[in-house]
């Protein structure tokens, strides 16, 4: 079955950590672009952190020296290393993977990009 699992979500208190995972089965990463994306209450979703085909990472500027994107194609896995949370932070969090054969720049702001897979979307509430 090709698909994309997220995992590591959670309630987590202003200032605290939390890292989420996303696991492929069914194809291998190597050759994607990959990315995570958020919906707040009320708000559309956006693009938080992305890696290109030319393993260039991009952010979403609120989360810049906060939050981490990094892929281990050994396992087939990417993640999202989330510190020094705000409550702003809460929402929905979706991975996705784009297969793609060249590198493309921000491609977190170009939603429309990624149609091959995505996620079910995690929650984090980062509350007090």
């Known amino acids: 079955q090709l698909q994309l699992v997220e995992s590591g979500g959670g309630l987590v208190q202003p200032g605290g950590s939390l890292t989420l995972s996303c696991v492929a089965s069914g194809f291998t990463l190597d050759e994607y672009a990959v990315g995570w994306f958020r919906q707040a209450p009320g708000k559309e979703r956006e693009g938080v952190a992305c890696i290109n085909r030319g393993d260039e990472e991009s952010y979403l500027e609120s989360v810049k020296d906060r939050f981490i994107i990094s892929k281990d194609n050994a396992e087939n896995t990417f993640y999202l290393q989330m510190n020094s949370l705000k409550f702003e932070d809460t929402g929905v969090y979706y991975c996705?993977?784009?297969?793609?054969?060249?590198?493309?720049?921000?491609?977190?702001?170009?939603?429309?990009?990624?149609?091959?897979?995505w996620g079910q979307g995690i929650q984090v509430t980062v509350s007090s």
């Open positions: 996705a993977a784009e297969y793609i054969t060249f590198a493309i720049q921000n491609m977190c702001e170009r939603e429309a990009l990624w149609d091959d897979y």
